[in-house]
């Protein structure tokens, strides 16, 4: 049973719009919600994160919204630029333990 | 630069032969995780210590060890490699485990590339 879902597996986008990637999970209990960038050949970096109790967190270009009710966040990207395109991860945890993370979604930002 | 460094970036190694994949790190950070994430899939989190104390997660096989001799380094023992464990393996670090979210985010090394021929 996989608690945290990115059903989106790619995103197209052209450079300068607004990239939403969209995660959903299940497991009420989760404190915390985090967002990671992966580039080819390197590891995951962390990019932005947002605690339950609130319902958005912005820095710079990325905007993560959350909304406990629809138990879904979204990280919006504005705007869009070529270097963004990477694997999106969300990972979400409690505050007893350790992140799950998603299947990742795979944005492409077009010159 | 504080980080992750994981060696060697790419492995390979033969069917049954034990294999052992090392993760090191500079950001004196009290937790460190081993990941196996295959294409296209979620980072699978196989154990993670904090401090010296281990912890399993349900479904890692047995064929799958791990050793943190001190804070800094850490190493993932394949004792008997069949080819479903062909994988990246991601060694990541967090300062803390739960609490306060910024203390759970985790630092990522660039992975070990393994081949099981």
């Known amino acids: 049973d996989q608690q945290v879902k990115q059903n989106s597996p790619s995103l197209s986008v052209q450079e300068g719009r607004i990239s939403i990637l969209n995660c959903d999970y299940t497991n009420s209990m989760f404190d915390y919600f985090l967002w990671y960038k992966k580039y080819p050949a390197e590891g995951p970096t962390f990019l932005i994160s947002?605690?339950?109790?609130?319902d958005k967190n912005e820095d710079g270009r990325f905007t993560v919204f959350l909304n406990k009710s629809a138990k879904h966040l979204s990280l919006h990207i504005v705007p869009s630029q070529p270097g963004d395109s990477a694997v999106y991860f969300c990972?979400?945890?409690?505050?007893?333990?350790?992140?799950?993370f998603g299947d990742g979604t795979t944005l492409t930002v077009k010159p | 630069d504080a980080m992750v460094i994981q060696n060697p970036r790419y492995q390979v190694t033969q069917f049954g032969k034990p294999v052992t994949l090392s993760c090191s790190q500079t950001l004196n950070h009290n937790v460190m995780y081993w990941y196996q994430q295959k294409s296209s899939q979620a980072p699978k989190l196989l154990f993670h210590y904090y401090d010296k104390d281990f912890n399993n997660e349900a479904d890692t096989p047995d064929n799958f060890q791990s050793r943190r001799p001190n804070t800094s380094f850490c190493f993932l023992d394949i004792r008997s490699p069949g080819l479903g464990d062909a994988a990246m393996y991601l060694c990541?670090?967090?300062?803390?485990?739960?609490?306060?979210?910024?203390?759970?985010?985790?630092?990522f090394g660039p992975g070990t590339r393994l081949t099981v021929l």
């Open positions: 990972a979400a945890g409690t505050n007893a333990g350790k992140s799950t």
């Open positions: 947002i605690s339950s109790i609130k």
């Open positions: 990541a670090t967090s300062r803390e485990l739960g609490g306060l979210s910024s203390y759970n985010e985790q630092f």
